[in-house]
């Protein structure tokens, strides 16, 4: 015998409401609740990782603190690069990956302390991290070196995205004793 039309499980989760219109087994009504608690847990739990991501993601208060607290450290971001660089294989689909350099760094540290340089790599890594999707990761790779792996973009469409965050970067100077120290990146893109 069939079961009269049911809410789909996007509706016992507070989705639109819709309705099946195909027959099922009977399997019973008592397992809809615990699926749906198990499902509602999961939910919670996405919802948690999404907001610790973005807690990490947040520039340090201060501007002297180290710049890989708001972005991934170099070995992180190798792991996730080979993850990513499986999945592309796997599933064909695009991704690819910049590559920014910070301008005359050793410069700045030279001038106007190392400090400053540290204040430098901080607000490029605000910058590069205010500046990318969840699915896309930041990660200092070199002393004044840092990464970006765009899911699902083309090499062209990083290139833009380059262009774009190296403007940014240019517009957004740091301030050390009351003199504007102006930042630049030097950036390249590769499609995985």
Do not use: W
């Amino acid at each position: 015998m069939p079961l009269p039309n049911r809410a789909s499980p996007a509706s016992m989760l507070g989705g639109v409401s819709a309705r099946t219109t195909r027959t099922r087994p009977s399997i019973g009504h008592d397992h809809a609740p615990p699926v749906r608690d198990a499902l509602l847990g999961l939910l919670r739990d996405v919802d948690a990782v999404r907001g610790e991501a973005a807690q990490l993601r947040r520039p340090a208060a201060d501007a002297a603190a180290p710049a890989q607290k708001s972005c991934l450290g170099r070995d992180a971001f190798v792991r996730e690069l080979a993850r990513i660089v499986s999945f592309v294989e796997r599933y064909a689909v695009p991704a690819s990956v910049i590559y920014l350099q910070v301008d005359r760094l050793s410069d700045i540290a030279g001038r106007l302390g190392t400090e400053t340089a540290e204040a430098a790599l901080a607000k490029v890594s605000e910058t590069l991290c205010g500046q990318v999707r969840d699915t896309d990761f930041v990660g200092r790779v070199s002393d004044g070196g840092f990464g970006i792996i765009l899911a699902k973009a083309t090499r062209a469409e990083a290139m833009a995205k380059a262009e774009m965050l190296s403007e940014l970067v240019k517009a957004s100077p740091i301030v050390r004793n009351g003199r504007a120290v102006q930042l630049s990146v030097t950036s390249g893109a590769h499609a995985l």
